[in-house]
Structures are given as C-alpha cells and as structure tokens.
C-alpha cells in the first residue's frame, strides 16, 4: 500500500463523514447518521485489528491499545443504543458527536502525518 493510495483512502472517509452531516442536518436525522458511521468505523476498527492479529502467536496488549479498543467499543455500542431508537436522548446524541468528531479529528491526524513522513511499507 502506498501513501498516495492510504492518504486517498482516508480524504474518502472524510468525505463520507462529510457527506453524512450534511445529509443529516438536511433531513434533520443528523444524530442516527453519524451513529451508523460511528458503528461502521467501529466495526471496521474490529475488523482490522483482528486481521493483523491473526498471525500474531503470543499477544501482549499495550495501554494504547486497549484504550482505543475500549473506545471504539463505547462508540459502537452508544451507536447501536440510538439506532435502536433512543437518538432523541440527550446523553446519547451528545456522545454520538462526541465519537463522530474524535473519529474524524483522528483521520485528520492521519492524513497530516501520511503527508508529512514518507514510508516504504505501511504494514
């Protein structure tokens, strides 16, 4: 994977949550959106992980990443509470836009810092 196709992949994700505010607040349905992207970011997270962890004999989990798993794990399940129905709810929607915007200040952070170091190998 090279950085031009990882950088590319990322101005996507940002465009999709771009494009889910925008639809959103257009429909007024702006906090059930960012809980399905909030749940496909998180399910995507999982997926990965588990993927680069497949090979790996013996695990040892370091403090960052069990935060970030536990993040994502908190994110995906105030996700599902408001797509189930409880997006009207003051605490979820304040944590919905809470993950929404730590989602994407991360994704800007990766994107600055592809474009700032060049690398031969990503994985």
Known sequence: MSNTFLSLVIVGILIGHLV???????????TVLMSYVNA?????????W?????????????IREA???GFEVCILIVALYSIVGYHHNSYVQVLNYIGFGLHVLIAIGMLLFIATFQMNTLF
């Open 40 to 48: 496909v970011v998180a399910i995507s997270v999982f997926i990965f």
């Open 50 to 62: 588990i993927n680069k962890n497949l090979s790996i004999k013996q695990h040892h989990f370091d």
């Open 20 to 30: 889910a505010v925008v639809v959103g607040y257009k429909i007024l349905k702006a």
């Open 67 to 69: 935060f970030a798993l």
